[in-house]
């Protein structure tokens, strides 16, 4: 069984940086594709990125490409979420999720098995 722990969210003001933690225990993170999504009020939970196992390529939603970078440490058995330029639009509760599945699209929330508890982030303008 797989356990997922979200931090590093809070409030910043437009055009400030977060980054987000996800600490896998229970197996390694480097056997999952690991995916972050996210979900603001009275809408459907959404992918912002994915990091790929063993070959560690990443997918972006085209929202957040260029300002969301993604990276794995497969020492301290964590991925990150490195947020830049953020505005207003990226407030949402931001989930880490992984994967254990050899093929899917991963942009799905159904290609996931395991979820975190989510972490708030919150862009004031």
């Known amino acids: 069984q797989v356990q997922l722990v979200e931090s590093g969210g809070g409030l910043v003001q437009t055009g400030g940086s977060l980054r987000l933690s996800c600490a896998v225990s229970?197996?390694?993170?480097?056997?999952?594709?690991m995916g972050w999504f996210r979900q603001a009020p009275g809408k459907e939970r959404e992918f912002v990125v994915v990091?790929?196992?063993?070959?560690?390529?990443?997918m972006h939603a085209a929202s957040v490409k260029g300002r969301f970078t993604i990276s794995r440490d497969n020492a301290k058995n964590t991925v990150y979420l490195q947020m830049n330029s953020l505005k207003p639009e990226d407030t949402a509760v931001y989930y880490c999720?992984?994967?254990?599945?050899?093929?899917?699209?991963?942009?799905?929330?159904?290609?996931?098995?395991?979820w975190g508890q989510g972490t708030q982030v919150t862009v004031s303008s």
């Open positions: 229970g197996r390694t993170a480097s056997s999952y594709q």
């Open positions: 990091i790929f196992k063993e070959i560690n390529n990443t």
């Open positions: 999720a992984a994967s254990g599945r050899a093929s899917g699209t991963f942009h799905l929330a159904t290609d996931y098995e395991y």
